[in-house]
C-alpha cells in the first residue's frame, strides 16, 4: 500500500512561483501530477519514472513546470513558474499502478494510488 501526503500549494499572483512536494510511504513507483479544476475533468500535469531518469508534462505546462524526485526522501515534486490564472486547481500526486513500469504514463487510470490534493490559486 502507497500512503501520499501533497504540500506547497496556496495563493500565489500570475507569474509567480511555487513548489509541490509529494512525500511517498512504500516502494518506489514511477509518480505524476494531475490536477483537477471546478467543473474539469481531472487531468495530466507532469510525471517521472521510478528511476527519475524519464519525465513528461502536458502542453499546457511544458517549459513552466519541472518535475523532479529525491528517492533518498521518497519525495517528488513539482516546480510551477510563471503561473497563469488558468493553473488554478486542486493537484493531486499519484502513483503508477505498476512497480517499476518501463515507460511514462499519463492517463489516470494507469495510477492506482492518490494524495488528498492541495489547492493552488493564481490571481491574475
Known amino acids: 500500500q502507497v500512503q501520499l501526503v501533497e504540500s506547497g500549494g496556496g495563493l500565489m499572483q500570475a507569474g509567480g512561483s511555487l513548489r509541490l512536494s509529494c512525500a511517498a510511504s512504500?516502494?518506489?513507483?514511477?509518480m505524476g501530477w494531475f490536477r483537477q479544476a471546478p467543473g474539469k475533468e481531472r487531468e495530466f500535469v507532469a510525471a517521472?519514472?521510478?528511476?527519475?531518469?524519464?519525465?513528461r508534462y502536458a502542453d499546457s505546462v511544458k517549459d513552466r513546470f519541472t518535475i523532479s524526485r529525491d528517492s533518498a526522501k521518497n519525495t517528488v515534486y513539482l516546480q510551477m513558474n510563471s503561473l497563469k490564472p488558468e493553473d488554478t486547481a486542486v493537484y493531486y500526486c499519484?502513483?503508477?499502478?505498476?512497480?517499476?513500469?518501463?515507460?511514462?504514463?499519463?492517463?489516470?487510470?494507469?495510477?492506482?494510488?492518490w494524495g488528498q490534493g492541495t489547492q493552488v490559486t493564481v490571481s491574475s
Open positions: 512504500g516502494r518506489t513507483y514511477a
Open positions: 499519484a502513483a503508477d499502478r505498476h512497480l517499476y513500469r518501463l515507460v511514462v504514463v499519463t492517463t489516470v487510470n494507469e495510477y492506482a494510488y
Open positions: 517521472i519514472s521510478w528511476s527519475g531518469g524519464s519525465t
